[in-house]
Nanobody, 119 residues
Framework: QVRLVESGGGLVQAGGSLRLSCAAS????????MGWFRRPPGKEREFVAS????????YYTDSVKGRFTLSRDNAKNTVYLQMNSLNPEDTAVYYC????????????WGQGTQVTVSS
């Protein structure tokens, strides 16, 4: 099992920045990729960004490109999501997720952290 714990959410004004963290513990040797997802109020969960552990490739949804940066600290089994130029449409519960190799589904999820951007 892999346990994921997010932190760093909060309330910020439009144009501001936040940095989310996700620490993985447990059987982390099996992690192939980690990602960030979000669920805006009244909407479905959506992909935000992801990275593969072995190649360091990163992927972003179009709406956050140029504003969000995913980084990681392998030694700490932690990924970060630096969010700049936030706008009210970024308001959501942000979730960290992890998966092993050979699957498109993310079986491991954190508890989520609320990000609220005021206009």
């Amino acid at each position: 099992q892999v346990r994921l714990v997010e932190s760093g959410g909060g309330l910020v004004q439009a144009g501001g920045s936040l940095r989310l963290s996700c620490a993985a513990s447990g059987r982390t040797s099996g992690i192939y990729a980690m990602g960030w997802f979000r669920r805006p109020p009244g909407k479905e969960r959506e992909f935000v960004a992801s990275t593969t552990w072995s190649t360091s490739s990163t992927y972003y949804t179009d709406s956050v490109k140029g504003r969000f940066t995913l980084s990681r600290d392998n030694a700490k089994n932690t990924v970060y999501l630096q969010m700049n130029s936030l706008n009210p449409e970024d308001t959501a519960v942000y979730y960290c997720a992890a998966k092993g190799r050979g699957t498109t589904e993310y079986p491991y999820w954190g508890q989520g952290t609320q990000v609220t951007v005021s206009s």
